[in-house]
């Protein structure tokens, strides 16, 4: 398995554009979900999903767009690109909504916005 | 999900145990402790959990206080890879509640 996979490692964007960052996961698991982290800061959560067709927002979701129309998919769309959304964007996924078992994160997207 | 309250750095020299303590206070009966570490730049890493014994696998112990109001992540011997950024949370499980990351505990370990 190839665990949670993020596209692309590294990008940089000017303010006004839009991007989509990938998240993909082969585990079969029902519960994906976005984080962010800026400096100094723990993880925030944007989105997340409990299953395909499914989606809900997190703590912080102002300028984000996301949706999961296949189990293994979670992509994350930034539809007008702002300074404030420079951070470092890490994929998650786990079993289903109810499980206590760990949760996988997949390896980050560091993203600046000029 | 309650919140936790962690000290901002820890520094351990290597082949010793880390004792990484964690307070949760405000804990109610159904959430669980979680441990995760970051190492740098890397997405975070689950380590264990528990709900109110105490739990032990191959990475560290997690020692759960009677009230439950902390806990203390151990590793064993640490090595100077345990160096991390270690996060304990608390959270309601058989739920679709997030975890919630605070700053966490900045271990250091050194020769």
């Known amino acids: 398995n190839a665990g949670v996979t993020q596209t692309p490692k590294f990008q940089v964007l000017k303010t006004g554009q839009s991007m989509t960052l990938q998240c993909a996961q082969d585990?079969?698991?029902?519960?994906m979900s976005w984080y962010r982290q800026d400096p100094g800061m723990g993880l925030r959560l944007i989105h997340y999903s409990v299953g395909a067709g499914i989606t809900d927002q997190g703590e912080v979701p102002n300028g984000y767009n996301v949706s999961r129309s296949t189990t293994e998919d979670f992509p994350l769309r930034l539809l007008s690109a702002a300074p404030s959304q420079t951070s470092v964007y890490f994929c998650?996924?786990?079993?289903?909504?109810?499980?206590?078992?760990?949760?996988?994160f997949g390896p980050g997207t560091r993203l600046t916005v000029l | 999900d309650a919140k936790t309250t962690q000290p901002p750095s820890m520094d351990c020299a290597e082949g010793r145990a880390a004792n990484l303590p964690c307070n949760h206070s405000t804990i109610s009966g159904n959430e669980y402790v979680y441990w995760y570490r970051q190492i740098h730049s890397q997405g975070p890493q689950y380590i264990i959990h528990?709900?109110?014994n105490n739990e032990t696998n191959e990475m560290a112990s997690l020692i759960i206080t009677e009230d439950r109001k902390s806990s203390t992540l151990i590793l064993p011997h640490a090595t100077l890879r345990d160096t991390a950024v270690y996060y304990c949370?608390?959270?309601?499980?058989?739920?679709?509640?997030?975890?919630?990351f605070g700053t966490g505990t900045r271990l250091q370990v050194t020769l």
């Open positions: 949370i608390v959270r309601v499980a058989g739920t679709a509640s997030k975890l919630t």
């Open positions: 585990m079969n698991h029902e519960y």
């Open positions: 998650a996924s786990r079993v289903d909504r109810s499980s206590y078992n760990e949760q996988f």
């Open positions: 528990g709900l109110k």
